[in-house]
């Protein structure tokens, strides 16, 4: 039986690893959708079932060390928060695949007569995620916290992409569709940031004690 | 010290309870933009630092009789489960404050010229979600199958949706804010029918020791 110690080390290790699947999946979603990329949309769906892989195995491992060692209170909230973090990993996979769906779909078509920021929200989703993982891993509050903040960018963008397609349906029936699939995906792509930021609330609360989770967020008409 | 199976007793009774105010707050923030009803809508928001506690109390739990008892295979299953299905009911609490954000700025707009199913699939979604918890508590997989099996007809309801939304926007350029918001509810609605479905497939894994999450759905150009 290997020391507690190592044990953890290796969960760690593991929840890295699954980190930088899903962000590499988030990555690979956006580059399918924005450069028409097929290989990257192939992988990305491959790519969900080891994602399905990591999350069972880092469920048995946190719940073998949780009974094995009756871990003192630091310890056993991290291996709880453990369990509650790979569901986000593994949900974030799921929105990945979703984008591809997309993706797929927009193999063919031409594209809307604009730039939308689907590479910059993507670049910063998957920085969240890694980072809220590495805050996980060396259970720092600060660099927790430096992911919720982000999460504010996120809501920006996502609310500049949505406004400027209103503006597209609005002026072109015809694109009515199309504008209302890109709402959507960046809504995916808030979903995932949203779950990086789960993540980092659980950081906060395993390092502080404290509940930051559930900030009540003020209305805004197209921020849902 | 109690003896175990009173504790897990107790365990049931807060994760049913937790459920009970979860469908009710979805209940209410239905009615609360269906019917205009403000007082519901406040009802939600109020509920939302219940659920809250509820979760955090539900994890303390979990983890107590996790370390206490060493549970067998079954029960270890089960404990597991109950804190990754808690989380699960606690974004289902967020997304009900999701909709009443929008039922709020809706309070004082006229309706869309039409009858938009969200009562129907609001009542669907309460329905499984405390069916998910019922089959949990049970330990009753083909309970937990009926859930999975209704989540295709939250689908269908939200593609109706989304559809009529899209025709709306393609005919009265004015009204697409009022049914992009509309669509977006309709995916809130989804989503916390995802949860219902996460929960259900907790259960069957736990009581076949199978895998059924991660079901891989097909590709439509509106379902995302």
């Known amino acids: 039986?290997?020391?507690?110690?190592?044990?953890?080390?290796?969960?760690?290790?593991?929840?890295q690893e699954m980190g930088a699947l899903v962000a590499q999946s988030i990555h690979r979603a956006v580059m399918a959708l924005v450069e028409k990329n097929e290989?990257?949309?192939?992988?990305?769906v491959r790519d969900e079932a080891r994602i399905n892989q990591c999350e069972i195995q880092i469920d048995d491992l946190a719940t073998t060390l949780i009974v094995?060692?009756?871990?003192?209170?630091?310890?056993?909230?991290?291996?709880?928060?453990?369990?509650?973090?790979?569901?986000?990993?593994?949900r974030m996979g799921d929105m990945a695949v979703g984008?591809?769906?997309?993706?797929?779909?927009?193999?063919?078509?031409?594209?809307?007569?604009?730039?939308v920021g689907f590479?910059?929200?993507?670049?910063?989703?998957?920085?969240?995620?890694?980072?809220?993982?590495?805050?996980f891993v060396a259970r720092?509050?600060?660099?927790?916290?430096?992911?919720?903040?982000?999460?504010?960018?996120?809501d920006k963008?996502?609310?500049?992409?949505?406004?400027?397609?209103?503006?597209?349906?609005?002026?072109?029936?015809?694109m009515v569709e199309r504008a209302l699939d890109y709402v959507l995906i960046a809504r995916r792509l808030?979903?995932?940031?949203?779950?990086?930021?789960?993540?980092?609330?659980?950081?906060?609360?395993m390092v502080k004690g404290i509940d930051v989770r559930h900030r009540v967020t003020a209305g805004n008409p197209i921020s849902q």
């Open 99 to 115: 984008i591809v769906e997309r993706a797929f779909t927009s193999l063919h078509q031409s594209d809307l007569p604009m730039e």
């Open 140 to 154: 720092d509050a600060k660099l927790a916290q430096s992911v919720i903040t982000s999460d504010d960018a996120i």
């Open 190 to 205: 808030e979903r995932i940031a949203d779950h990086a930021t789960n993540i980092a609330e659980d950081v906060i609360f």
């Open 1 to 15: 039986m290997r020391p507690f110690e190592e044990e953890l080390k290796s969960l760690n290790g593991a929840l």
């Open 39 to 44: 290989d990257y949309a192939h992988q990305v």
């Open 68 to 90: 094995r060692e009756s871990p003192v209170a630091g310890d056993m909230r991290f291996l709880v928060g453990a369990i509650k973090i790979n569901t986000d990993l593994e």
């Open 157 to 174: 963008i996502r609310n500049t992409i949505t406004r400027q397609m209103i503006d597209i349906m609005k002026k072109e029936p015809s």
């Open 119 to 135: 590479t910059e929200m993507g670049n910063l989703v998957e920085s969240m995620v890694l980072t809220s993982l590495d805050a």
